[in-house]
């Protein structure tokens, strides 16, 4: 059987997947605001307590921020920053005694999709995080893709493509670059920008209900929200040519995204007068799919 760790900034959620996908058991911890070595205690008793409730030992998997530098081993990019520079596998595998499996959390959700889940059977797949933060991941038959530096996939902190004239030259972003696709397509953006154009506070995910329900506002903003993430996807379109395109996180939830985004990239790709095959598609396993995702990253067997 096969353990899933997601590691996230608020919590820890461990679950075990047998043979055929079929969820054993699940936990979730708070995650330690602490020293790092908390951290790594808090995942090693994870697992030897699903191990308990399993009564089997199991192959580990773990989803996590950031990347693992293939150059030294070490955890990079990551926004809990208190992991960056950490030997996080080395220390998990010494202290577990096994291999370990860590791939970043976009990577994780585009496997868990590509598994068993919404994209099952597309050849190549593209995970997309829309959250506070922006990311994704590549996954090629089942397989994610890493690359030279691990950042396959990391379009968040690319410039939005094809920059209106007042879309220039952008919000610095705490990457320390200006007008990253993060900094258009995260919920605080899409929030923020609504707020300031309207004055009206709504959460992003109400500003998609909102546009649903008829709301002028709303659907003004919508509709620019759609066409930046066409744009962006576009892009990862022309260079990957995915099969599928899942979308995860709290904005996957908003449901006109997965009719206009569509439309809109027909302007965008290179691929006149062909159709567009691509499918957008949401998470089949929602905020599952993370997890489950990182128990995937070991064969069933
Ligand atoms: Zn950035």
Redesign the pocket.
Known sequence: MRIGIDLGGTKIEGLVLDTDGTERARLRVATPQGVYEETVQAIVDLVAALERQVGARCSVGIGHPGAISPATGLIKNANSTRLNGQPLRADLEQRLGREVRMQNDANCLAVSEASDGAAAGSGIVFGVILGTGVGGGVVIDGKPLTGAQAIAGEW??NPLPHPRDDERPGLR???G?TG?I??WLSGPRLQAEFERRTGRTLRATDIAEAALAGDAQAAEQMELYCDRLARALSVVINIVDPHAIVLGGGLSRMAPLYSRVPEFWKKYVFSEPDLIVTKLLPPRFGDSSGVRGAAWLWPAK
Do not use: F, I, V
């Open positions: 968040g902190h972003c705490y990457c670059r990253c993060e900094t």
